[in-house]
Nanobody, 116 residues
Framework: QVQLVESGGGLVQAGGSLRLSCAAS????????MGWYRQAPGKQRELVAD???????NYAASVKGRFTISRDNAKSTVYLQMNSLKPEDTAVYYC??????????WGQGTQVTVSS
């Protein structure tokens, strides 16, 4: 059974930093793409960042230069380091995993709130 467990969310002031973690189990982690989406109240879920099985990273324009995605295959964990946070980064952040030919599988989400 696939499980994705996110942690690291919380309340932070604008300009601050948080690091999200997503621990995966039940998958062959090193073969899967991993990433993060977020969903703010009243808005659609949007891609924040992803990393291929080979470690290539991709970022939304709104977070490029501020957020860094990384993966530790030995720990089956993907991270999202978020710096210079803005109030508009406030959202529920969801980890996902994906491999070719299969649908994305999602974690339960972790709340990030950035106060001004």
């Amino acid at each position: 059974q696939v499980q994705l467990v996110e942690s690291g969310g919380g309340l932070v002031q604008a300009g601050g930093s948080l690091r999200l973690s997503c621990a995966a189990s039940g998958i062959f982690f090193s073969s899967n793409a991993m990433g993060w989406y977020r969903q703010a109240p009243g808005k659609q879920r949007e891609l924040v960042a992803d990393t291929s099985s080979g470690g290539r990273a991709n970022y939304a324009a709104s977070v490029k230069g501020r957020f860094t995605i990384s993966r530790d295959n030995a720990k089956s964990t993907v991270y999202l380091q978020m710096n210079s946070l803005k109030p508009e980064d406030t959202a529920v952040y969801y980890c996902y995993t994906e491999r070719p030919g299969y649908s994305k599988l999602w974690g339960q989400g972790t709340q990030v709130t950035v106060s001004s």
